[in-house]
């Protein structure tokens, strides 16, 4: 039996090759077209070409989002963006047309074609069908739980691939007008303007019903599995799928990093204990910037998994740093600063292949070799000392 794939999202190339570094078995990103996140960097088509061949060399894959709700209009152009990916060696695309999924089969039988979760597959009848229409793999609705994504896993004649971290969504999976009716932005084309976390009043015939200090909100908490894992593997699911195309190469690092050192642990122990999995929960949650939960996995959801009074959104300013190069001679590292911190800030670092070591930031120059006391500035080029090596791309933060 193949060992299970961890997937991660990118929204540009320099995100996806973070994502393989850090131990993503195959990257999902979007083009300039066609995708559910218009509003990401995304990727021009030379881009594409480029991360396919980076990502093949690492004996990784590139999937490529396919997953628009199509109408008439939108298929203009779709023939020859397909001949295009195709050439590339895309390994697959994540279609939520029936149409499309039969069309790719059709005609560039060598490029799987994987069913988006934007068609809320929640029964092994309806991954029969799909296999009809020529699908390879199955992406489950979010709303599946552990029990039913093993039943279904069990009586599948295809591949079956889970979210497990990451946003989730008021409505199925995705399938939302919320967004359309309120800004004209359409959720299900790649125009999704996030209402549910939107805060609201709420009103009977003029009369305030909700906490006028406290307004509503209807989001979810964000998904975490990692207590599921080792269920998820022995349930022979294929891939594991982390949610995340918008967000910083800090989050794709440490969110990749953990469930790649979790997967990998599993299969050489065979379990996980308590203590690891704690320690595992708390890797986590150093890469949120919302409260997360289980969702359904566990067969229900609770409204402890839901933000009804608050939006739990707000950006965690932990990661203050990306190294660029290291002088291990002098062992000074070019950084370059992505949030605020300042002189004797303890900080820690981690990498693809180091787990986290801290050091007391004694010594700080600014890109003209003039010491400074403080790093305030984003994208600002700074000189420090750190006492063990390091490497591009190894990420720092500060210790709280």
């Not at 300039?32 to 690492?58: Q, T």
């Not at 009043?201 to 894992?229: C, F, Q, T």
């Not at 190294?323 to 693809?352: C, H, Q, S, W």
């Amino acid at each position: 039996m193949s060992k299970i794939e961890l997937l991660a999202p990118a929204k540009d190339k320099e995100k996806a090759k973070i994502a393989i570094k850090y131990g993503a078995d195959a990257v999902y990103l979007g083009g300039e077209n066609y995708s559910l996140r218009s509003r990401a960097s995304n990727f021009s088509n030379e881009d594409i070409k480029e991360i396919v061949e980076y990502a093949h060399l690492r004996k990784a894959k590139i999937y490529v989002t396919v997953n628009i709700v199509f109408h008439d209009d939108d298929f203009k152009g779709i023939k020859e963006y397909l001949e295009m990916l195709y050439e590339f060696g895309v390994d697959a695309l994540i279609i939520s047309s029936p149409f499309l999924i039969n069309y790719v089969k059709k005609h560039f039988p060598k490029m799987e074609a994987h069913v988006s979760t934007q068609l809320s597959s929640l029964n092994s009848e309806a991954i029969k069908m799909l296999k009809e229409f020529g699908a390879d793999r199955v992406v489950l609705a979010r709303e599946a739980s552990m029990e039913e994504i093993k039943e279904i896993s069990n009586n599948s004649s295809l591949p079956i691939e889970v979210f497990i971290h990451g946003g989730m969504c008021a409505n199925y999976s995705g399938r939302c007008v919320m967004s359309n009716r309120m800004t004209n932005r359409d959720a299900n084309r790649g125009g999704c303007a996030h209402s549910c976390r939107w805060k609201y009043h709420v009103y009977n015939n003029g009369v305030l019903l909700s906490d006028p200090n406290n307004p509503l909100s209807m989001s979810s908490k964000d998904l975490r599995a990692n207590e599921y894992i080792e269920d998820l593997i022995n349930a022979n699911v294929a891939s594991l799928k982390i949610e995340g195309r918008m967000k910083s190469e800090y989050y794709i690092a440490q969110v990749v990093k953990t469930y790649r050192n979790l997967i990998d642990e599993i299969y050489e122990k065979g379990h996980v204990s308590s203590d690891r999995q704690e320690y595992y929960t708390n890797e986590l949650y150093k890469a949120e910037n919302r409260p997360s939960a289980t969702g359904f996995l566990s067969g229900k959801c609770d409204e402890d998994k839901s933000l009804y009074g608050i939006n739990g959104a707000g950006v965690t300013h932990d990661y203050v740093a990306i190294v660029k190069e290291y002088d291990e001679a002098r062992n000074i590292a070019k950084i370059e600063v992505k949030n605020m911190f300042d002189l004797k800030d303890t900080l820690e670092v981690f990498g693809p292949d180091m787990n986290n070591k801290q050091f007391v930031n004694n010594m700080m120059f600014d890109e003209d070799w003039h010491f400074i006391s403080e790093a305030h500035k984003p994208t600002q080029i700074v000189n420090i000392r750190i006492p063990f090596k390091v490497a591009k791309d190894y990420m720092i933060r500060k210790v709280s």
